[in-house]
């Protein structure tokens, strides 16, 4: 009997202690899996140094980690979109840590723009889904006034927003760039009407040889006055 309620208080006492006072110390990544161009949290338990860094192929850039809670450091940051499985390595008062991630292989970007065909100086919309492609950051392009921002949306991972052309026509490439950097994606649409045309530079005829200058006629000396000879006797 007493074997039995000094097991009940062992499992009772364990039963309140905090995750982090069972976890051992290490490194972990979450999720273990990721979508290309996703999110990871990076969590390092037994170390309490202000220096604590993680870094992997699989990041964009090094990862500094933040104090969070007792002998506990965490951080987070977008992953690469090229898929593969990723070492990690984190440093902490001296000591290194290691996990590895995987990326999976990314999915078509689900954007739009439109219209397709747009008068000069008129409007046009784009937006994207970020559950099944990246989360946008904005959309440029040569023949925008500006580039499109999303203002709308956020709900059910839709986002969108609108832009002004410019007024010359002509078919004009439209750029999607995922937030930080990570991916892009290009469609093209038209501003209707004539496109300008480069004007022809007309070169103009080699010029000849200079002609020669005409040589002075020479004056001959006419009689004793105009010699200086001629002179009279007396």
Known sequence: MKRSI??????SVLTLLPATALAQDGLT?????????GV??????????????????GFPAPLKLEPNGPARVTGSTHVVAVAGTYP??????????????????????????HPAEVEPGGTVTGGGDMNTGCSGAEITSPGFAAPLKFTRGGNFGRFSGDTTVITTPGTYTATFHCQGGTRTDTRTF??????PTTPTT???????????????PVVKPKGAPETGGGGTTR
């Open 29 to 37: 990544v979450s999720p273990s899996t990721v979508r290309a161009a």
């Open 6 to 11: 000094a097991l009940l208080s062992a499992l």
């Open 202 to 216: 007309t070169t103009p005829p080699a010029a000849g040889p200079a002609p020669k200058p005409k040589p002075k």
């Open 40 to 57: 990871v949290g990076v969590e390092l338990l037994g170390c309490a140094a202000a220096d604590a860094v993680a870094t992997s192929p």
């Open 88 to 113: 990690v390595t984190a440093t902490c008062g001296g000591r290194t840590y290691t996990a590895s991630f995987t990326v999976e292989e990314p999915r078509p970007l689900q954007w739009y723009l």
């Open 190 to 195: 038209t501003i209707k009407g004539t496109p």
